[in-house]
Structure formats: C-alpha cells, structure tokens
C-alpha cells in the first residue's frame, strides 16, 4: 500500500488534508502533508520533506504537489530520485478529485493510484452550465426573505 505525501505552497497542503479528514476520515490518517512557507530554505523544505517521506513510504509513496516547476514540485523530484527511498512517484496539480481518488484506490499498485489520480484531477474539470441548480424554476410567489435554499 503507497503512501501519500503533499508538497505544496502553504496552506493548501494543509488545507487538502481538512477537505480530506472530512471526506474521508479513515483514509486521510495515511496522509502527510508539508506546507511550504515563502520563506522557507530549501534545505529546510527538503529535510522536512524527506522526514515526512520516509514516515509513509510503505514501500512505496506517492507525492502530490501543487504546482510544476515551483519549490514544492521540484524537492518532490529530487526526492523521488533517491535511491534510498525506493519506488516515489510524483504527480503535480492537486486538486480535491486527484487527492479523493489517491486515498481511495491506496490499496491498490502505485502505478494504479497515480492513474486513478490523474484520471480525478482530469475528470474533475469542466465547466458548468449557469442553469438553476438541479434544474429548478422558481415558483411564482415564494419568497424567502432569509435568501434560503429550497429543495422542490
């Protein structure tokens, strides 16, 4: 069973790790995260990083990162490149669907969990029609002044 790390710019790592104890409760025990502070050393954000690694990597890890290119991503790769860590495999651009499907699928093969990640964070990006909501007109002469939602 992977582990699952997030690298990301402060406090989104944190943030992610709400939205998922929320969600899911008993999955997001098996997550770490690390929010990167702007000022922040990058030796610092690497150490820390490598502690937190090397507390899931169960052998294997996943690292989540927000952004490409950015500090957070780039101590990921170097991560992943070490030796000593084994199998890490990192994919960047967090969102809520990629993290979801990360902690559900953690049973399976990592190369299964970034798959079924990736596939989230794809499929969760559309745009939205601007229709009513659940496709519901108003009715005529209700008003709620408390600006409530109703359920029809």
């Known amino acids: 069973m ?62 989540l990162t927000d952004v490409f290119g950015a500090t957070p991503c780039n101590v990921a790769q170097r991560l992943a490149g070490l030796a000593e860590f084994g199998q890490v495999k990192v994919v960047t651009g967090i969102n809520v669907p990629m993290l979801w499907r990360a902690l559900c699928y953690l049973h399976e093969p990592l190369d299964d969990v970034v798959a079924r990640a990736v596939a989230g964070a794809t499929q969760g990006v559309m745009q939205v029609s601007i229709s009513r909501p659940q496709n519901q007109a108003t009715q005529p002469g209700t008003h709620d002044s408390n600006q409530r939602h109703h359920q029809q």
Not at 36 to 47: C, G, H, L, S, Y
């Open 2 to 63: 992977p582990g699952l790390l997030i690298i990301a710019h402060a406090p989104l790592a944190s943030s992610l790790k709400t939205v998922a104890s929320h969600a899911f409760p008993d999955c997001a025990m098996s997550l770490e995260v690390l929010d990167v502070a702007p000022d922040m050393p990058v030796e610092d954000i690497e150490a820390l990083a490598a502690e937190l690694l090397a507390k899931v990597r169960n052998p294997q890890a996943l690292i």
